[in-house]
């Protein structure tokens, strides 16, 4: 069972931000900072590589809505819009759903960093992944 199917289907209780026919916003239950908010398909999909296009499409519309608006309510300076998809890649809950992170400054509690691994040959990484 899925718990965020659970949440569409009000088995589970949640505070939602917005709703309509495809896509439901509520605030993540954990919040790493003030109105991490969490969007999902009313449609249960795994996750964004495999989440219907047009589906996609109004998730990242609503993300953009919804983040300005956190943006001028809660008066965060930045915000992350991410998106985990496996375990590998830290994906808890195998229901696709998008982040939305206010920021404050660097020393909020969210850390997300890029660090340099090891050096890659950038030739050959370009021919094995450009897209024809
Ligand atoms: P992930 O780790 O899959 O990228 O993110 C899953 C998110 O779902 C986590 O940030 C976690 O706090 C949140 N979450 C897990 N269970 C619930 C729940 O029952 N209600 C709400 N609102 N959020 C949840
Ligand atoms: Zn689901």
């Given at each position: 069972?899925?718990?965020?199917?659970?949440?569409?289907?009000?088995?589970?209780?949640?505070y939602?931000?917005?709703?309509?026919?495809?896509?439901?916003?509520?605030?993540?239950?954990?919040?790493?900072?003030?109105?991490?908010?969490?969007?999902?398909?009313?449609?249960?999909?795994?996750?964004?590589?495999?989440?219907?296009?047009?589906?996609?499409?109004?998730?990242?519309?609503?993300?953009?809505?919804?983040?300005n608006?956190?943006?001028?309510?809660?008066?965060?300076?930045?915000?992350?819009?991410?998106?985990?998809?496996?375990?590998?890649?830290?994906q808890?809950?195998?229901?696709?759903?998008?982040?939305?992170?206010?920021?404050?400054?660097?020393?909020?509690?969210?850390?997300?960093?890029?660090?340099?691994?090891?050096?890659?040959?950038m030739?050959?990484?370009?021919?094995?992944?450009?897209?024809?």
């Amino acid at each position: 069972m899925c718990i965020f199917c659970d949440i569409v289907k009000g088995n589970i209780p949640a505070y939602k931000l917005y709703e309509d026919e495809d896509v439901l916003a509520f605030l993540d239950i954990s919040q790493v900072t003030k109105g991490h908010t969490l969007i999902i398909p009313k449609k249960h999909y795994d996750n964004f590589l495999n989440c219907d296009e047009i589906i996609l499409k109004k998730l990242t519309q609503t993300a953009q809505k919804l983040g300005n608006h956190i943006m001028k309510k809660t008066g965060a300076n930045g915000m992350h819009l991410l998106s985990n998809a496996n375990e590998a890649a830290g994906q808890s809950v195998p229901h696709v759903h998008l982040h939305l992170i206010p920021r404050w400054s660097a020393q909020d509690a969210c850390v997300i960093s890029f660090k340099e691994s090891d050096k890659q040959d950038m030739e050959a990484l370009h021919a094995l992944l450009k897209m024809d």
